[in-house]
C-alpha cells in the first residue's frame, strides 16, 4: 500500500470576513479536488500595552467601553460577551532555571484560543513586566490561565509555574497575589506573580451563551454527545412539577447555612482541602478494591505463565522443535491476555471518572458554587415551571418538532448541541476547584494537611 500526500493552495488574502466561502481547490500534482468550507472572522479586540497606555484608566474611554456591554445594547453582537484587562505587573521568587541560579523569565496569557505573552527579562527572579493585556470575552465561563517561562534560546522554553483563575471570580480593580502551580494546577510551585484584572462584560449575553456549544479549544478532541431525551409521565404527574422540585432544592441550599461557612475565610479553605482529600481517598479505597479484584487475575496469569515456562523448559529436553514453537505461541497468547484485562481495567477507570465529574458538577450547581450559574438556573427553572403550568404539553412538543426540522433550513450549518450538557460543562468539578483555587503566599500548606501527611 502506498500512500501519497497531495497539498493545495488558497490565497486567504482574497477572501471576504466574517462570511462562509465554500471554494473546491484543485490538487496539485494529481487529478482530483478539494472541497473546503472557510470563514475568516478577525482577531479583534486583543491588544498588549504599556501601563501608561491603559485603555479603562481613562473614565471617558472606560464609560464607552461600558456602554457598549450596557443592558440596552444586549442584542447587539451576541458574539461579543463582553471584555477582559489584564494588567501583569511582575512575579516574585521564581525557580531558578539556569546554572548561574538566575532565569529569563517571561508570561504567557491564555483565554480561550487568544495568546499573548510579555517580553522576556533577563538574568532575574524578581521580573517586573508592567504590561497590560485586552481580551475579548466570549464566554464568562472561562479561565484565563497565566504561565510563566523561561526564555531557553532555541530550546523549549522551561515551565516556571502556572495559574488558571476563572473570570468570574475575577475582584476588578484590585491587585492581588497569586501562587503559582505546578502543570497539572494541583500542587503549589515556587514564586508569586501580581496580577490586576478588570472584566466588563453583558450579563444577557452571557446568560445565553451559556446554552450553546463551548468554543472548542485547538488542542482538543471533539466529543460526541448524545441527544436522546427520555419523558416519563406517571398518573397524577404534571411536568412543571420537576423544575419546581428543583427551584425549592436550590433554595434549600441557599437558605441553609452550610458546614463552615461561618467560620472565617482560612477555615473554610481548610474545610476544602479535607474534603478534596477525603474524596481522594474515596477514590483511591474504590480503585484499591478494583485492584484487588483485578490483580488476583493478573497474579494467577503469571504463575500459569511461570508454570507453563517450566513445563516448556522440561518438554525442550524431550520434545523437538516443532513443539518448542508451539508452547512459545501459546505464551505469547497468555502475555496478550495480561495486556488486554489492563486496558479493560484502564478503560473502566477513564469511565468512571467521567461519570464522577458529570456528577460533581450536578452537586456543584446545587450547592451555589458559581453564583451566577446557580442564579441562572433558578430563573431558567422559574420559566420553566411557569410554561409548563399554563401551556399544553402538546404545543410544547409542536414548537419543539417544528423547531428541529427547521433547524438545517434557517441555518445548514448550525451544531447540533444539547443545552443542558452545554450548562453543565460550565459547571466546574471537585477537581478544577482545587485547580481554581487561590494559595496564600505565606501558607501553601495547611497545618491539618500537615498533620495528614505525617501520619
Not at 464522577?356 to 422559574?382: D, Q
Not at 444539547?418 to 450548562?423: H, K, Q, T, V, W
Not at 505565606?442 to 491539618?448: D, F, V
Request: aromatic share 10%; proline share 5%.
Amino acid at each position: 500500500m502506498i500512500l501519497k500526500l497531495v497539498k493545495c493552495k488558497v490565497d486567504i488574502a482574497s477572501l471576504p470576513l466574517k462570511q462562509a466561502n465554500c471554494l473546491e481547490l484543485p490538487l496539485d500534482s494529481c487529478l482530483g479536488a478539494l472541497l473546503v468550507l472557510i470563514t475568516l472572522t478577525p482577531c479583534g479586540g486583543v491588544s498588549m500595552s504599556d501601563l501608561c497606555v491603559c485603555p479603562l484608566a481613562d473614565p471617558s474611554e472606560r464609560k464607552q467601553i461600558s456602554q457598549r456591554y450596557c443592558l440596552q445594547n444586549s442584542l447587539k453582537d451576541m458574539k461579543d460577551i463582553g471584555i477582559l484587562q489584564v494588567k501583569v505587573l511582575k512575579a516574585v521568587d521564581l525557580l531558578a532555571a539556569d546554572f548561574s541560579g538566575k532565569s529569563d523569565p517571561f508570561c504567557l496569557l491564555e483565554l480561550g484560543n487568544d495568546r499573548l505573552q510579555t517580553h522576556t527579562i533577563y538574568k532575574t527572579l524578581n521580573p517586573e513586566w508592567n504590561k497590560v493585556f485586552t481580551f475579548r470575552v466570549k464566554d464568562v465561563h472561562d479561565a484565563l490561565e497565566v504561565t510563566v517561562f523561561d526564555e531557553d534560546g532555541d530550546k523549549p522554553p522551561d515551565f516556571l509555574g502556572k495559574v488558571s483563575i476563572p473570570l468570574l471570580s475575577i475582584r476588578d480593580g484590585q491587585t492581588n497575589c497569586y501562587v503559582l502551580k505546578n502543570k497539572d494546577l494541583e500542587q503549589a510551585f515556587k514564586g508569586v506573580i501580581y496580577l490586576e484584572m478588570d472584566l466588563i462584560y453583558n450579563p444577557v449575553k452571557a446568560s445565553i451563551r451559556t446554552f450553546t456549544p463551548r468554543e472548542k479549544r485547538f488542542a482538543e478532541d471533539s466529543r460526541k454527545l448524545s441527544k436522546k431525551v427520555f419523558l416519563v409521565t406517571v398518573w397524577n404527574f404534571e411536568l412543571y412539577m420537576i423544575p419546581l422540585a428543583l427551584l425549592l432544592l436550590f433554595a434549600y441550599n441557599f437558605i441553609e447555612p452550610t458546614k463552615g461557612k461561618a467560620g472565617s475565610t482560612h477555615d473554610s479553605q481548610e474545610s476544602t482541602e479535607v474534603d478534596d482529600e477525603e474524596d481522594e481517598d474515596d477514590k483511591e479505597t474504590f480503585f484499591s478494591h478494583v485492584n484487588e479484584f483485578i490483580l488476583p487475575l493478573v497474579i494467577s496469569a503469571d504463575i500459569s505463565l511461570t508454570n507453563c515456562g517450566a513445563s516448556f523448559q522440561e518438554s525442550t529436553e524431550v520434545d523437538d522443535e516443532e513443539d518448542e514453537d508451539d508452547k512459545e505461541s501459546e505464551k505469547k497468547g497468555i502475555i496478550e491476555r495480561i495486556y488486554m484485562v489492563q486496558d479493560i481495567v484502564s478503560t473502566v477507570q477513564n469511565i468512571l471518572e467521567e461519570v464522577a465529574s458529570f456528577g460533581e458538577r450536578i452537586k456543584n450547581t446545587f450547592n451555589w458554587t458559581v453564583p451566577f450559574l446557580s442564579f441562572l438556573a433558578c430563573v431558567v427553572l422559574a420559566v420553566a415551571t411557569v410554561t409548563l403550568y399554563f401551556v399544553p404539553l402538546r404545543y410544547l412538543v409542536l414548537i419543539w418538532g417544528i423547531n428541529k426540522f427547521t433547524k438545517k433550513f434557517r441555518n445548514p450549518y448550525a451544531i447540533d448541541n444539547n443545552e443542558l450538557l452545554d450548562f453543565l460543562s460550565r459547571v466546574p468539578s471537585d477537581v478544577q476547584k482545587v485547580q481554581y483555587a487561590e494559595l496564600r503566599p505565606c501558607s501553601s500548606q495547611s497545618p491539618l494537611r500537615k498533620k495528614r501527611s505525617g501520619l
